[in-house]
């Protein structure tokens, strides 16, 4: 029973042992709360464990980015978020960050830098195709997703914001299914409708709702499984999915979840 | 009497050059009445962007079909300023192709390829009206399209084929003239497109042609000096210059980095008991965000002049598409509008004149701010590197923080993260609960 029991080890436990990891991974909000993104932290961290990556998490000392509040407009809230936890960052000494989050991720490798926070900041998908690269997850063949269609849903603040639109098609190689792409996709990719702190508000009035929009979309690949690399289209696509009552036969997952599937964990 | 159309060359030369020097200067001052923002490092960079997406008109050819055609009107432009160097020449010192001896029999192959762009310039030009006015392709229409919009854009495009018209009659009949032996029209050699026009003007006689030249002649060179102020006036088509230090200037930064506020930094250090950096000290806390043009940085300012109003933002805007008021092209237009409209103020009302108006309020509404979704499709999009996010986000800025009017959902989220860490209402005791996922 022990050996399967997994350790999630925090900063402040590693720091009473005088140890450092080598990875801090960056939860998120999302990550830490929402229920449907609590299965993709999971299945990251089953991952991780299994590969043995010495990483650890801030656990309650983890505060919102301030990613939200920035893009809404308060610059004042992100930057004490920011500032508070840069603090708490650099106190730990951390070097190197990965998180599943793509607002996150943006936020602390493209504007913590200015206010005294420099890392090198990994997104989950740029992480798993470097394992991937190394040989630590391996093609093996077979696998429930063989043949499958599987459409991938850009996510804004890994593609047009930071350029980041191999690594998770990458991940998703090497499930060996038949990757089908949307009408709009890369740099031409349609938004979920979340970004911009819209996730925290009801939409402007208009014909559609933007979600449901992109969800059209990803129905019309064919494909039976939606891979989001971000909480937030995944709370949006499959918000969609539903609202299409397509949930039975089209299913949404994150790329690490799919990862976690393929690995049997 | 013989030196007349010298000298009324000359004045129309100078007239179109006073005008267009103050044009510049104008816009020159509306543009730094915005706040400094650093875009003078990393040349090397700057220079690549400029030549590549300027120069190169890289982002075009995201749509192929548009970007040829832009490009025969664009190339046309550049070349055909060799032909205008040589009309200027004549009328300044009374020849007639001057270029001709100069050049010798590498003059008609001159003549053939600026007749060929003439052409073409002709032709794209036509296909452009048509897809605006009777294709009607749709990123051309739209709320901020109607009236001036409209009409600046078939202005251009007709000029356009109206020079080029005026070009290719005056060689036609020179042509005729030439082989007629004609006093003043020395052989030059044959054009080889306009020969094929030679059988319209074949049955007039000599002074019919000469005026037709003359014509030709005179009414090309005004439509370019008109056009050349036109540009400078209100026209879109200022992109054709401004363009290529839009591009210099671009954010080299990844899209997603949306600029901090140094001024908020130091409020912020002082608040949690942390040193504030000396080189601080002196940024003034004036306005937090955007309210009018002046709060927003002169790079915001030359991109309202550089916009072309084609659209091609709008339409990847996944507001716009899904029918909000949203239209980035839109808060570009409206930047661009009210800069001119605090411009004219300043001359007509002197400096400090406030017209009680503002960017934000009187032309841009703040149901449209709050649409956005910050996606960066819009900046993506632009064939000159414009980012609507910019000012998209110092206008939330300012409805924020000077204004505390935020939808009430914001307000919540807000008051989480300050209470709670996280823009949901969860306790921050509970952030490690998903560790019981993992065992389940
Ligand atoms: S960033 Fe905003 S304005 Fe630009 S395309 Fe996206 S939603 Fe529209
Ligand atoms: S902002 Fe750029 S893409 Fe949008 S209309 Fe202007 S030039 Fe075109």
Not at chain 1, 54 to 69: D, W
Not at chain 1, 103 to 118: A, D, Q, R, V, W
Not at chain 2, 132 to 151: H, Q, Y
């Amino acid at each position: 029973m022990s050996e399967n029991m997994i350790n999630v080890p925090t900063m402040a436990d590693l720091a009473a042992k005088g140890l450092t990891p080598e990875i801090l991974f960056w939860v998120g909000c999302a990550g830490s709360f929402d229920e449907r993104a609590k299965s993709i932290t999971a299945a990251f961290v089953k991952i991780l464990n299994k590969l043995s990556v010495n990483f650890a998490v801030l656990g309650t000392e983890e505060s919102c980015t301030g990613e939200p509040a920035k893009r809404a407009g308060n610059e004042f809230l992100f930057q004490v978020q920011a500032v508070s936890n840069i603090e708490v960052m650099n106190a730990y000494g951390i070097k190197k960050i990965v998180t599943a989050c793509p607002h996150c991720f943006n936020t602390i490798k493209n504007e913590y830098p200015e206010l005294g926070g420099n890392y090198e900041v990994l997104h989950h998908s740029e992480f798993l195709q470097q394992l991937i690269n190394e040989g630590k997850i391996k093609l093996q063949g077979g696998g429930e997703f063989k043949g499958k269609k599987i459409t991938y849903h850009d996510s804004c603040y890994l593609g047009r914001s930071n350029n980041i639109y191999e690594a998770p098609r990458k991940v998703l190689e090497i499930l060996d299914a038949e990757l089908v792409e949307m009408k709009r996709s890369r740099t031409k990719g349609l938004c979920c409708g979340a970004g911009g702190a819209q996730m925290f508000k009801e939409p402007e009035p208009g014909f559609k709702d933007i979600n449901i929009e992109r969800t059209e979309e990803a129905i019309e690949t064919g494909a039976k499984v939606i891979a989001a690399a971000c909480p937030f289209c995944m709370t949006m696509l499959s918000d969609g999915v539903k609202n299409k009552e397509k949930e039975s036969d089209i299913k949404v997952y994150d790329i690490a979840e799919l990862i976690a599937k393929y690995e049997g964990l | 009497m013989e030196f007349l159309p010298q000298v009324i060359f000359l004045l129309l030369l100078s007239a179109s050059g006073f005008f267009i020097t103050k044009s510049i200067l104008r816009i020159r001052r509306n543009i730094l009445l915005g706040r400094d923002i650093n875009r003078y490092d990393r040349p090397g960079e700057r220079l690549k962007m400029m030549t590549l997406v300027a120069l190169g008109q890289k982002k075009m050819f995201k749509r192929p079909l548009p970007a040829i055609l832009h490009l025969f009107v664009y190339v046309g432009f550049i070349i055909i300023n060799i032909e205008v160097l040589e009309i200027i020449i004549d009328g300044l010192f009374g020849t007639h192709r001057i270029f001709a001896p100069v050049f010798k029999g590498l003059y008609p192959s001159l003549i053939n390829i600026f007749e060929f762009l003439a052409i073409s310039v002709l032709v794209s030009c036509a296909i452009f009206l048509v897809r605006r006015n009777i294709i009607k392709v749709k990123r051309f229409d739209g709320e901020e399209m109607k009236r001036w919009p409209k009409l600046d854009a078939n202005i251009i495009l007709s000029i356009e084929i109206f020079l080029m018209i005026c070009f290719l009659s005056m060689n036609t009949s020179d042509g005729i003239l030439q082989t007629r032996g004609s006093e003043h029209y020395i052989a030059t050699g044959d054009f080889f497109f306009t020969g094929f026009l030679k059988p319209l003007f074949n049955g007039l006689d000599n002074s019919e042609l000469i005026f037709i030249e003359r014509f030709g002649w005179w009414a090309h060179i005004i439509g370019i000096l008109a056009f050349a102020m036109y540009v400078f006036t209100d026209s879109k088509h200022l992109h054709i210059f401004i363009a290529f230090p839009n591009t210099y200037f671009s954010k080299l930064d990844p899209a997603g980095r949306l600029s901090n506020m140094p001024e908020v930094t130091k409020e912020v250090k002082l608040m949690l008991n942390l040193p504030v950096d000396a080189g601080n000290d002196n940024a003034a806390p004036g306005r937090f965000g955007a309210k009018d043009v002046q709060d927003l940085t002169w790079k915001n300012l030359m991109e309202a002049y550089s916009c072309t109003e084609c659209g091609r933002c709008t339409s990847q805007c996944p507001a716009n598409l899904t029918g909000k008021k949203l239209s980035p092209r839109k808060i570009m237009m409206d930047t661009r509008d009210r800069l001119e409209e605090v411009g004219r103020n300043i001359e007509e009302k002197g400096k400090d004149h406030q017209d009680g108006k503002s960017l934000l309020g009187d032309y841009i509404t703040v149901e449209e701010i709050m649409a956005c979704t910050t996606c960066n499709a819009c900046v993506e999009a632009c064939p000159v590197n414009i980012d609507p996010v910019s000012i998209i986000l110092q206008l939330r800025r300012f409805k924020i923080m000077e204004e505390s009017q935020a939808p009430a959902s914001w307000n919540g989220m807000f008051s989480n993260i300050e209470n709670n860490f996280a823009p949901w209402k969860f306790s921050p005791s509970d952030r490690l609960n998903w560790v019981q996922k993992l065992n389940q």
